[in-house]
């Protein structure tokens, strides 16, 4: 299912101290994270998948509609001890059992079982940072966000998700559709992750905030077409299909999307998730410019050099001059083309 996936034994240097799950000890510092199970996931989320727009929560059921989305795979870089737990994230859930593996499989829960959630987070992060690896981060470029994230799948009140920056932990809700049901809310909070483990307390103000949320959805879209292929069955710049139906009436279902036409400064609306588009936009173009690889590649290399406090000139400017030392000129000029276009150089 996922070739590019390397099965690595790494060293976790960041777990210097015994972690504690649920009263028993499953990792201490110095172990390797060399073992893979099979498990149950949507991949990315069922309204992608099937290209139906008319699913919905049905209070968390079940139901037939939804059977051609469940798929197996293969998680990897887990501890051994049974639990979702490896070197980028550590399942915590504060609804139902713990999810365990039994000689290397995790029974095929679906929606309606709290592990179904668990398993979703721990197969999205790790995918998420696979795809990280696949660039050449960790390799031939620095490392990005190679530290165990908290993933708490939570009963949290509200129809939202988040990721506390100084804890570096993040917390899937399950207002709605439940969050983690769909892999690009996952991965879009995965993004703040690494967008602080690259500049830690990154997204001070309006222009870094949107840029938070802008670069969220981005890596949503990025890693689920990496993972699961294109062309896909909803608008590929459709971020969040299956979560939004839950509090969008038309179709297709989006959380928000990364084509929009928003331009600066004149749709600015001080939110950050609604001025994010219009950094959003500038990365889809790039992308579409100089293909996934390069374009991502070329984007996150440059939050290396952003400001925690950054304007959208000063950030577009560092992603132009990556572009330029990643790839030179011409790749260079289609960036500056795609933050132009939006009014931001
Ligand atoms: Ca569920
Ligand atoms: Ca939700
Ligand atoms: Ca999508
Ligand atoms: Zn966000």
């Not at 509609?65 to 990897?76: F, M």
């Not at 660039?135 to 009140?157: A, C, K």
């Not at 992603?319 to 939006?342: C, H, I």
Request: net charge negative; hydrophobic share 40%.
């Amino acid at each position: 299912m996922h070739p590019h996936l390397a099965r690595t034994a790494l060293v976790a240097s960041a777990v210097t101290a015994t972690l504690v799950a649920g009263g028993t000890t499953v990792q201490a510092a110095g172990e390797t994270y060399d073992h893979t199970a099979t498990a149950t996931v949507f991949a990315p989320n069922p309204v992608q998948q099937l290209g139906d727009q008319t699913l919905t929560d049905q209070k968390d059921a079940d139901y037939p509609a939804l059977a051609g989305a469940y798929r197996s795979v293969t998680l990897t870089n887990l501890d051994g001890s049974g639990t979702l737990t490896g070197p980028y994230v550590v399942v915590k859930s504060k609804t139902g059992t713990p999810a365990r593996a039994v000689n290397g499989v995790f029974p095929a829960w679906h929606r309606d079982a709290d592990q179904f959630e668990q398993v979703m987070g721990y197969h999205w992060v790790n995918t998420a940072q696979a795809y990280l690896q696949s660039l050449g981060f960790g390799s031939t470029l620095r490392p990005v966000n190679q530290r165990q994230i908290e993933l708490r799948i939570d009963q949290y009140g509200g129809d939202n998700s988040f990721f506390r920056d100084d804890k570096a932990n993040i917390t899937l809700g399950k207002g709605g559709v439940d969050d983690a049901e769909d892999a690009e809310v996952i991965v879009h909070e995965y993004g703040h992750s690494v967008q602080d483990g690259q500049v830690p307390g990154f997204g001070t103000n309006l222009e870094s905030g949107s840029i938070g949320e802008a670069f969220g959805d981005y890596l949503a879209v990025a890693v689920t077409s990496w993972a699961t292929g294109t062309p896909t069955r909803t608008p590929e710049a459709c971020v969040a299909d299956w979560d939004s139906v839950s509090y969008t009436s038309r179709t297709p279902h989006c959380l928000r999307r990364l084509d929009g036409t928003k331009v600066y400064p004149q749709d600015m609306r001080g939110e950050v998730h609604a001025d994010g588009e219009i950094w959003s936009r500038a990365l889809w173009d790039i992308r579409t410019a100089l293909g996934d690889r390069r374009a991502s590649t070329l984007i996150i290399e440059a939050q290396f050099a952003f400001a925690p406090d950054t304007s959208f000139r000063d950030a577009a400017l560092a992603t132009v001059d990556a572009a330029q030392r990643l790839y030179g000129a011409s790749a260079a000029s289609a960036t500056s083309s795609a933050f132009a276009a939006r009014g931001i150089l």
